[in-house]
């Protein structure tokens, strides 16, 4: 299962981060991803994808959003999810519903 | 005064350091490391304030080196040991702000580097990091630590440029190497080709 999607350190980007570990075959995920048309930069230790925004996918299985914006960041999470068949994330806790756990 | 090159990355120290050196009268061409795809704008978006602020505030002009240098992290994230990715980074950051040293006649290179900040600030690695360049390096802040060089920051109005929300280098590896070694950093440069890497880059810079 994947943690809520939070903000990074920084406040630049959203990450997901598997828990437990989710390794990625990063090759499968660039034939996958390309296979859909989606532009991939490989750097062997990661990939960078061009989706509805950019993403970086390491192969511990971090995702990282290039957005400050949570809903785009969560729709491309899905996407990615869909495509890779990636565990989903966890649920919001109910006392925040509505906002991102950070 | 001396003319020099200095390396900004969008952080709290470079615009400090770069205060000190426009105070003492030193003139400033500034290089900014454009790290793109990893990391987001928002690192150049911060050079340019910082720069803008400080322009102002001494009455200079400081022309801004705009140096792609994504496509370097990935040859070396492809072709080299990540463990020390960092000082290998850094070792092209110098080469290439000599080179602009060079064609903008300076003869100093800056950093606003101080002592065990961050991973790649150790002694080991900022002499594996430096012996790659000829030019005396600078470090304005060398012996502040991290609250002295807020308290500047602050009052010299770029602090709050430095912190807006940013992206983190991606390429900096899980557990970068705080000692390195320059016989096995000299080794994984064999592995690619650091002359037409830096000319590349250097040529693609673009003057802001």
Redesign the interface.
């Known amino acids: 299962m994947y943690r809520r999607l939070r903000l990074?350190?920084?406040?630049?980007?959203y990450e997901a981060i598997p828990e437990p570990a989710n390794p990625l075959d990063l090759r499968k995920v660039r034939s996958v991803l390309e296979r859909e048309g989606i532009a991939v930069?490989?750097?062997?230790?990661?990939l960078?994808a061009a989706m509805e925004t950019?993403v970086?996918l390491s192969r511990?299985g971090r995702l990282?959003f290039?957005t400050?914006d949570p809903d785009i960041a969560e729709r491309t999470f899905e996407r990615l999810r869909s495509l890779l068949g990636l565990p989903a994330a966890e649920e919001p806790p109910r006392a925040t519903s509505g906002m991102r756990s950070r | 005064m001396a003319r020099g090159v200095m390396l900004m990355s969008g952080g709290i120290d470079s615009p400090v350091a770069i205060h000190y050196l426009l105070r003492q009268g030193q003139e400033i061409v500034a290089v900014h490391m454009d790290n793109r795809?990893?990391?987001?704008d928002?690192p150049l978006s911060k050079v340019m304030d910082h720069l803008d602020l400080l322009r102002e505030r001494h009455q200079q002009p400081i022309p801004l080196y705009l140096v792609p240098h994504g496509p370097t992290?990935?040859t070396l994230?492809?072709n080299t040991d990540?463990h020390v990715g960092c000082v290998l980074c850094r070792r092209f950051m110098w080469r290439s702000a000599e080179k602009i040293a060079e064609r903008e006649g300076a003869t100093f290179l800056a950093t606003g580097e101080a002592l065990g900040q961050v991973a790649s600030q150790t002694l080991s690695n900022m002499r594996s990091a430096t012996v790659s360049v000829k030019l005396p390096i600078v470090r304005p802040l060398i012996g502040f630590d991290k609250q002295e060089i807020e308290a500047v920051a602050k009052e010299i109005g770029t602090y709050e440029i430095s912190t807006r929300?940013?992206?983190?280098c991606?390429?900096v590896?899980?557990k970068p190497a705080t000692r390195s070694n320059l016989v096995q950093i000299l080794r994984e440069e064999e592995r690619i080709d650091v002359d037409q890497m830096i000319d590349d880059c250097v040529r693609k810079a673009v003057i802001l």
């Open positions: 990074c350190s920084n406040h630049g980007a930069v490989d750097a062997r230790v990661m960078l950019e970086t511990n990282l290039k400050r | 795809p990893f990391t987001d928002s992290q990935i994230m492809r990540r929300p940013g992206l983190c991606q390429a590896p899980d």
